[in-house]
C-alpha cells in the first residue's frame, strides 16, 4: 500500500470528520496532523483530502493514513470541542471521538 496506507483498528480502514458546530478553533488537530487538519478564515477546522484540499462541506470525511493515525487520534482526545470523530469505513462506528463506545 505504501506511504499512503490507511490507518486502522484491526487493519480496517478509518476515516475522519470535525463537526464545526462544536468547534471552537483551538487549533490543537492542526498542530498535532496539519497534513490532516487546517483551521479555515472562518477560525473553525476542516479535515483536508489527500491531495490537501481543503473540504468545508458538512460532515466531509477524510481517510487515517497509518502513519497519523497517533496524531489524528491525539487530536480528537485532546480537542476542547470534543467535536473530531473518528470511525471504520466499513461500518462507520466511531472508535475514537466523543461517540465511541
Known sequence: MGVQQEAGVGG???EVWIDQDLCTGDGICAQYAPEVF?????GLAYVKS???ELLQDRG???PVP???LTDVVDSARECPGDCIHVRRVSDRVEVYGPDAG
Open 66 to 68: 497509518l502513519p497519523l
Open 38 to 42: 487546517e483551521l479555515d478564515i472562518d
Open 50 to 52: 489527500p491531495d490537501d
Open 60 to 62: 466531509a470525511t477524510a
Open 12 to 14: 480496517e480502514a478509518l
